[in-house]
């Protein structure tokens, strides 16, 4: 093992004080032999046998730093891991839980891939399979690190009703009208809403994610995905100020864009966003399914049906967590029928609420339900 800066410092100067003893020595040596004649009065003083003294010890000690030095650098460094090999539990405890509680202490020295592979090992520890956790972990990464957007208190309310006109087949059609509000940090300066028909087109919408909403509407369904009568973005704002929608339409669907604001993303403040949309589905579809795009804390999702011709409608909770979404139902009492569900925790992106019902058209005399549920 190499000598540090400091052992070397040391050593020259065991080096520095062996010469000046030894030369000092030499020097006493030379006065004591010529005193006499030079100087009488330091005849009395035993200075041949001072100089001879530090003249052996000079000697002596640039001799033995020469023959000890790698010997007695070697037991300083044979101390020194003993010391650590002794003390290395009680600094691996006390780093772990300086870890545990300080995220800043973390911070400060890891790099986003060793956290991932803390991580993994953590939970792979907690798992008790490294497979499954490093699989877990990924998806998490994934879905919640790595999302450019997280989304706060969401508020979904959709409302169902009749249609005047129906589809290309003549089956009737619901009007979807839905708005949306929720907080969050903007990653991008323009937000698109996106309806197609051609299956490629849509996948590679997929992929812009947030940027950009996209709804398929297949050909089979009789609608005419490029029509505005199909879909319409018809509100947006942001912190309740109204923005400007550009709508452009082409053969296989058409986009909506709205300008957010580069300001908005560079200051990296929260927002709150308000948008409404308005969309046909087939009244014999029997469901309305609604993605989550981003992590999402905090989601209520309401469902008002009063208009329509629909018997009972039941709630498909899609969210994967160990807690349970809220559902509740219009009272018999009351006038109007709406359902709604309501999640406090976190939803993961590709969940959702879905709603399934059932029309009055469709059921015999005896299988209409007593109540909503």
Known sequence: MRATSLQRIYRLKVTIVALVSLFFGVGLQILAAHAATVAPALTFLPLSEIGGTLFAAGLFGIAWDYFD?????????????????????????????????????????????????IAGNVLALRLGDREFAEEVYADVRDQAIRAPERWHDVDVQIRLSPAGERNAKGVPLFIVTARWEYTFIPSHATQR??????????????????????WFMT????LNASAQESFELVQYSIDGQERSIRRSARKTGQTYSVNIGEDAV????????????????????????????????????SLDYSDTDIAQVKVLDLIASSKHARIQRTPQSVPGR???????GWVFPRTGIAFVWSMNSELRTDQVPKNRD
């Open 69 to 117: 030095g790698k010997d007695k650098e070697e037991r300083e460094n044979e101390r020194i891991r003993a010391i650590l090999k002794e003390s290395a539990p009680d600094f691996r405890d006390a780093v772990v839980r300086g870890f545990a509680v300080e995220n800043d202490d973390l911070k400060r020295v890891a790099t986003p891939e060793l956290l991932d592979q």
């Open 193 to 214: 809403f996106a309806c197609v028909s051609d299956k490629d087109e849509f996948r590679e919408l997929v992929t812009d994610i947030p940027a950009t909403a996209a």
């Open 219 to 222: 050909p089979a369904s009789g």
């Open 266 to 301: 560079r200051s990296q403040q929260p927002v709150t966003v308000s948008f409404t949309y308005r969309t046909l589905t087939l009244q014999a579809g029997h469901m309305l399914h609604f993605d989550i795009d981003q992590p999402t804390k905090g989601l209520t999702v």
């Open 338 to 344: 709406s359902v709604s569900v309501d999640f406090d």
